[in-house]
């Protein structure tokens, strides 16, 4: 199976980055085919410029969305890995799918409205956050992430989202048992569904 997974941390030694780290390795055991897109050590940029808007209208692509639109075609799942800061994806990972999941790449229109183009592929989606669990779903925090990504994005795409998982609260708040608990959550994911 081909997997694409992408990263968004910019501390190596940070939760998001362990938790990928647990989900690679799992896949790897499995004999799984693996492209890591670790945004912030490929040094990603984010942001679509007016130039590059232009470009996208006449077909021109830049390389580097060219590139990474090659994995998702290629991949048969994605997966991606990040915190949620301010009730959103980092700007780099939001910026990722910004300039990669492009109109007439990974939607369309046609005469009945919006068609997602990435039918049959699927997702996997690992978040954390610092606020508790319960804050998360009676403040409709997590409803919001689960619209945005799932929906308004895997969904909209037509990629079907397996698992969203959120780790809560990462942080201060966490203690070992909590993290070991999660590192084999992870581990279970993968044994469930790969």
Known sequence: MNHLVVI??????SFTMQIA??????????????????????NW??????????????GRIPADILREQAYV????IITFVHPIWW??????????????????????????????MLKG???????????????FKESGKMQSILVSQDL?????CAVEVIEHVHF???GRRSTPAMIESWRAHVRDCVNRNF
């Open 45 to 58: 940029n984010p942001v679509a410029t007016a130039e590059e808007l232009r470009c996208m209208s006449t």
């Open 73 to 76: 075609t290629a991949a048969e």
């Open 87 to 116: 009730i959103g994806l980092p700007a780099i990972i939001k910026g990722y799918v910004d300039r990669v999941f492009l109109l007439d790449f990974a939607y369309r229109y046609g005469p009945d409205g919006v068609e997602g």
């Open 121 to 135: 592929k699927r997702a996997m989606i690992f978040t954390s956050s610092g606020s508790t669990p319960e804050h």
């Open 168 to 170: 809560a609260p990462v």
């Open 152 to 156: 308004g994005t895997m969904q909209f």
């Open 8 to 13: 968004a941390h910019p501390r190596v030694d």
């Open 21 to 42: 780290g647990i989900y690679v390795e799992e896949l790897q055991k499995r004999n799984h085919a693996i492209v890591i897109r670790d945004l912030y050590r490929m």
